[in-house]
């Protein structure tokens, strides 16, 4: 690792600069109106490996919906979900309301400014717990994302490689050393905001850096190498044929997925892994997993979705079946105006347009 010494490094002209670009050029977002920590933990985890033009209005949305620890403990899962549907790794979703469980029962619906309480609660990883006590509680925590990642690795020259744990924390370690201790609220939040529009991945607008002047990697010429990030596994490719499976009374069979793994508690048209099977025992398999007695029809359409590590490959079959009650449990018998009531997958969204 190459790097300049903290000795050399001029803290606080660097925080000066920085806070004062923020407090200048931050942008207006629903969850920077207050210090509430439960909007701010919500946005958090929202803002997850997903944009923040994307996030607002499901911001907007949730908080509507459940204004308070204690209504979002009170909700129902499902309907959790549904707010949260087009959002994706649900899982956030699942973990936020166990999570405000807890602090309702624990701490009397109270937020913990406590590092260890904070930090104990589901889904809470360094990252989220450091933002919260540091913009909702003022503490001097760091927050390291890969924004924050991505301006210090510059900053500092630092070529180690960003996908190993151990590298978080020496991101964790500089940045204890240069956070304004009296407003590491704005610090925290200026670095968060200067990786994203300014220090972006991809040709940096180093002409615009609020702290240009106190940057390595401009200063060497090799601000766009950073950060060293090794690649990440091939996606594996997995084929389905995705049945739109409806009765004679105008209902649609749907099914709930597994309460955990992959979309963990979402409802989804039922799916058949075609690989193993294939085309001509569609209808067999089916009867053999759930007891039902299907005639597929025709081919209504197909979708590609892409996860982090995986693609789904989806093909969409029309198919009927000439049932009025479902004994198996992972499936619902659901009239056609009532479909979009649950919550889906965004594939699964897709293909309601193929319903006839």
Not at 35 to 57: A, F, G, H, N
Not at 147 to 168: C, G, H, Q, W
Not at 208 to 229: D, I, M, R
Not at 276 to 281: K, L, P, R, S, T
């Amino acid at each position: 690792m190459k790097n300049i010494p903290l000795q050399h490094f001029n803290i606080s002209d660097f925080q000066e600069d920085l806070i004062n670009w923020y407090q200048e050029e931050k942008r207006d977002l629903p969850w920077r109106t207050d210090q509430d920590p439960y909007k701010i933990w919500v946005s958090e985890i929202m803002l997850q490996q997903t944009k923040v033009d994307t996030v607002i209005p499901y911001f907007h949305r949730f908080i509507s919906n459940f204004p308070t620890v204690e209504a979002l403990a009170a909700a129902d899962q499902q309907d959790v979900l549904k707010a949260w549907e087009g959002l994706g790794y649900y899982s956030r979703a699942r973990n936020l309301q166990n999570a405000v469980r807890e602090v309702v029962a624990t701490y009397d619906g109270v937020v913990p400014d406590n590092p260890e309480e904070l930090g104990s609660l589901k889904g809470i990883g360094p990252y989220t717990k450091g933002a919260i006590l540091s913009i909702a509680y003022d503490k001097p925590e760091p927050a390291v994302d890969g924004n924050v990642m991505r301006v210090f690795s510059r900053l500092f020259y630092i070529e180690d490689d960003i996908a190993l744990p151990k590298t978080r924390k020496l991101f964790e370690a500089y940045v204890r050393e240069v956070i304004d201790q009296d407003d590491p609220s704005s610090f925290n939040q200026a670095v968060m905001e200067l990786g994203a529009i300014i220090c972006t991945p991809k040709s940096p607008a180093c002409m615009l850096c609020p702290v240009q002047s106190h940057c390595q990697a401009y200063a060497e010429g090799v601000e766009e190498t950073l950060p060293v990030k090794k690649k990440a596994k091939k996606q594996r490719k997995v084929p389905y044929v995705a049945l739109l499976i409806r009765t004679p009374q105008e209902e649609y069979v749907i099914e709930k997925r597994p309460s955990d793994g992959l979309l963990a508690d979402l409802f989804q048209f039922p799916m058949v892994p075609i690989s193993e099977i294939g085309y001509d025992h569609i209808e067999s398999w089916f009867y053999q997993e759930y007891g039902i007695t299907l005639n597929v029809k025709n081919h209504a359409g197909k979708l590609k979705h892409v996860f982090s590590h995986l693609i789904w490959e989806l093909e969409i079959y029309h198919a009927e079946a000439e049932i009025t009650a479902i004994e198996d449990q992972r499936l619902k018998l659901v009239a056609k105006e009532d479909v979009a009531k649950y919550p889906f997958p965004v594939s699964h969204q897709k293909m309601m347009k193929y319903m006839g």
